[in-house]
């Protein structure tokens, strides 16, 4: 699980050019780590990539910190690493 | 009382160098920018070279974050911007802000981001269309980038008119400036169209050269080899203002911009009618408009893109509107094309630039490659040498496809 976490980490520290250290867990993308709508959309298209999953917009809508995403991908992921 | 416009800044990027100083010493050394292109696979492709732009890392220009979200003409667009800027020294504040506007344009926009989201698609379906797949391909988009990064909350516009578009950015951030719309304009153009469908495009219609064999010397406008026009990428941006403007906040002038002229052939898709009526308009419409008479003109950076009727039918025009002037040799004449290859959409800004750097150096820029000169043209090419001259006033021409042609005026500031 904490493989999920890293990964996710590491995803939004590359997409959003932020420091690691300000990713953490309840930190929302659009208001702490400077994404706009069209970021956090891309985000979430890097999330499928990585974990091999497909997230419904009325899904994706509600991934808005790190702990979400989290969350939903280790609850949804199949193959994910 | 009219208000007179001047050039304080400057910012150029082409295959022969990042910056408008590297630029005019390579074009003075008859450097030429052609080379095998880098950025793809040619194999199966009839044209195998083109005039890239060299050593160039975006991120030096804008972060990493936002060079994502950005075509290679954005990119370029921001550095020759960035140049301009800082040459002129022009501050963009809360206060002036409103008063100053972004003219950049491009005739293609990004088509290297148009066929990475097209196979994305084709390969993994629609989803995998990134959400920036649109503002960053799309051609105002040099211009939005500009004005945020920038503040500059005046006019913002982009033409899209073929080859020409960045003369008549030029003139028409001109115009803008004259008639009280602006006290400043940031304009331009940008193209970066060497990609797969960008030189298979071209090449299908016969237009490029395919000297596939000897790059260097496959730009030869006026001479009677040559084959076709060379595909280059790159920017050229002015910083234009209002003279008191200029004056008040002590900016170093380089050069006025005194008249602007268009004007249609309504004749042809791609093809310039014989007798070149529609070069000779533009050419007449601006220098009526800056109100000097064809024997003022000292240098044209003309057009002359390589091709075997366009570089004729130029020169044709040329001889038709200044005459003896011209045919006595006095009038000077290059394509800088043959160093640079043909910046498309963003053409008319680095040759804009190029003849502001031949009014403030007193010398006009050669033609390269000009070997054997075509029988049909019987000017003054400044073959593969620069002359020193005196030159006051300067013609800049554009011509594009869809027969839409723009000629601008650019008189010495002393």
Redesign the interface.
Known sequence: MAAVEEKVKQIIVE???VDEAEVTPGASFQEDLGADS?DV??LV?QF?EAFDL?IPDEDAEKIKTVKDAIEYIEKNAKGGK | MQRRVVVTGLGLVSAIGNTAPEVWKNLLAGRSGMAPITGFDTTGFSVTFAAEVKNFDPLQFVDKKEARKMARFIHLAMAATHEAMESSGLKITAENGPRVGVHIGSGIGGFDIIEREHSAMLAGGPRKISPFFIPAAIINLAAGQVSIRYGAKGPNEATATACTTSAHSIGDAYRIIERGDADAMIAGGSEAAITPMGIGGFAAMRALSTRNDDPEHACRPFDKDRDGFVVGEGAGILILEELEHAKARGAKILAEIIGYGMSADAYHMTGMPEDGDGCFRAMQNALNSAKVTPQDVQYVNAHATSTELGDVTESRAMQRLFGEHATSHRLRISSTKSMTGHLLGGAGGLEAGITVMALIHQIAPPTTNLENIDPGCVLNYVPNTPQEAKIDVALSNSFGFGGTNGSLVFRRWE
């Open positions: 997409q959003l050019q069209l959309v891309e298209m499928e497909e």
